[in-house]
């Protein structure tokens, strides 16, 4: 069957993960509403299971690195076997960082100017290539927080990869440095627009903006309600009990007036300001009182000092450890997780540190340390049992396509410079999702999201990829794969190709049984049903091997393309 035949068959049965995974694959279970109700007892706990972090075998250690990373291939699960996942977060802990802004520079102090799409490209070379994958995929995670689009702003590409590096920077570090970082970048500025924000003017009307106070609250540290510890709202008469008022955005707005790029004036900026820390411009600042928060800066305060004390402000809110936990455990482990999960890393990040089962200690004991905060999301005891109790995290598109780069040891033959994937936004043809540019500072998908019509969304479940992840997107998707997976992405300089390495799956063709249990592995970590199995070997053999060199490479590129659209590739569990 010709590759392009087996399309219909790919989108349909993409269309069938979809519904698979929002309710019928058996790979989720009820979970606690959103709104922290609970189940009121109904539903008894699950039964006590060995909680082992070491990977006593390669399936193991396969979803382990789809779980934290991008996957891997052959090699590295050889390597993993019998060591520790504590072990291994310690080593990349360790691992030197991928730099994304360097390279950037360079071209641009070379030939004066850079091509729009430099950072972008500059940042999926990093995904496919960088050996820092724990780090990359924090970075990414963060980009899903923290919000830009580089489409959206009229800064360069060097400041988009500033932005980058900041994120990329902070992964590991504190939290309270992160916010300092994004609040100063000049592409977060540009985004929110307080870029050259100017204190109030009574007499034309002029008054701050308001737009970075306002998100910097809602959707980068603390959320609009008060929080239990454990991520659920609390509540006051049955009713959540919202965290601030527009007097408190008011207050704060007055903090961000005054920042302008580094230059000679407010109004002047230098050569190279678009990677480096915005400037304060104290003649600019409102000097004004800021009362927010319970908090109140007195007037007369500078404009450095104003926003110093209203980032510690920020930070301190008891809100912000489970708010962040939980998004966090979202993008890397559990689309829905259990309360009692949020809280355990939410402690983690409130303490500063976390141990592991075999003993490592993570994190510096300061509050908000990013390494103890991860720690506690991969090294959880609920996702290193047999069964978990939670449902896993649905893999969002970005993920797919970057895990199957890992599995295959794909490689640019055409350049070493970059790696134009383009632009991957639209869900018609292409992923329907690109990094640093979703369609608002919204994200891809609303952290709270419950997809109606689904089982899922019946039994209160939070999927929040399936606000892009749906049926309307799996053609686009199965057809953006198809091209990559047959290495068909062009012939000229402009579109190199990406090359995958497919020699062992080609050795094992001529046995499709061996050959679905050799891609379930590195693919689904082992994940994949007999019903599943049964599928794609029924169709592998349909090839028939006349002319075994391109027959066996066809094999291998079918078994691929089904593996990618079925209900255990669609989630990470």
């Not at 072990?87 to 730099?99: A, L, N, Q």
């Not at 091509?115 to 070379?125: H, L, N, R």
């Not at 640019?412 to 979703?438: I, K, M, N, Y």
């Amino acid at each position: 069957m010709p590759i392009k035949t087996w399309l219909l068959t790919g989108a349909v049965a993409c269309a069938l993960t979809l519904s698979a995974c929002g309710g019928d694959s058996g790979t989720s279970a009820p979970t606690t509403p959103p709104t922290g109700g609970g189940s009121g007892g109904s539903t008894p706990p699950p039964p006590v299971q060995k909680f082992d972090t070491e990977f006593e075998t390669k399936a193991e250690a396969a979803r382990f690195l789809i779980q934290a990373g991008f996957g891997g291939n052959p090699q590295m699960l050889d390597t993993m076997v019998s060591g520790d996942a504590a072990s291994w977060m310690t080593r990349e802990f360790d691992r030197p960082r991928t730099d994304l802004l360097q390279p950037i520079i360079a071209e641009f102090n070379s030939t004066g100017d850079v091509d729009f799409g430099k950072a972008s490209d500059t940042f999926w070379k990093a995904l496919f290539e960088g050996n820092d994958h724990l780090r990359l995929r924090m970075t990414y995670a963060l980009s899903q927080i923290f919000v830009i689009s580089d489409v959206q702003i009229n800064e360069t590409p060097v400041a988009s990869a500033y932005y980058m590096d900041i994120l990329s920077k902070n992964a590991f570090g504190n939290f309270r440095d992160l916010l300092g970082d994004v609040t100063y970048s000049p592409a977060m500025a540009d985004f929110l627009t307080y870029l050259r924000n100017r204190k109030g003017d009574p007499e034309t009307g002029r008054v701050p903006d308001e737009n970075y106070a306002r998100e910097v609250l809602q959707l980068f540290t603390i959320g609009l309600v008060e929080l239990n510890m454990d991520g659920t709202p609390k509540l006051s008469g049955g009713e959540p009990i919202e965290v601030y008022d527009n007097d408190d955005i008011r207050g704060l707005a007055r903090v961000f007036t005054g920042l302008s790029h580094k230059g000679s004036s407010f109004w002047n900026r230098d050569q190279d300001s678009s990677a480096a820390p915005l400037q304060m411009y104290d003649d600019k600042h409102s000097e004004l009182e800021k009362s927010f928060l319970g908090t109140t800066i007195p007037a007369g305060t500078g404009g450095t000092e104003s926003i110093d004390q209203a980032l510690d402000t920020i930070f301190a809110h008891p809100n912000v450890p489970p708010f962040i936990a939980r998004q966090l455990i979202q993008r890397f482990t559990v689309s829905d997780p259990d309360p009692a999960y949020v809280q355990r890393v939410a402690e983690a990040f409130e303490a500063g540190s976390f141990s592991s089962q075999n003993g490592t200690g993570f994190g510096t004991g300061q509050r908000g340390d990013m390494k103890a905060t991860l720690a506690a999301i991969l090294l959880d005891p609920s996702i290193h049992v047999a069964e978990p109790a939670h449902s896993g995290k649905v893999r969002e598109p970005v993920l797919k396509f970057v895990q199957w780069g890992h599995n295959f040891d794909v490689d640019d033959a055409r350049t070493e410079e970059s790696w134009r994937v383009g632009d991957t936004s639209s869900p018609a043809t292409e992923l329907g999702q690109h990094p640093f540019r979703p369609k608002s500072v919204f994200n891809f998908y609303r952290p709270g999201f419950v997809a109606p019509g689904t089982q899922a969304g019946e039994s209160g479940m939070t999927t929040p990829e399936f606000q892009i992840v749906n049926e309307g997107a799996s053609v686009g998707y199965i057809n953006f794969m198809t091209d990559f997976v047959v290495d068909n992405t062009g012939d000229d300089e402009e579109a190199p190709r990406f090359t995958p390495d497919y020699s062992e799956e080609i050795a094992l063709a001529d046995d499709a049984a061996a050959l679905v249990d050799h891609l379930d592995l590195l693919m689904t970590g082992a994940r994949m049903s007999a019903a599943e199995k049964d599928v794609v070997v029924n169709v592998v053999e349909t090839l028939t091997l006349d002319e075994p060199e391109q027959d066996k490479l066809e094999r291998v590129h079918v078994a691929i393309l089904m593996i990618a659209s079925l209900p255990s590739y669609a989630v990470i569990n």
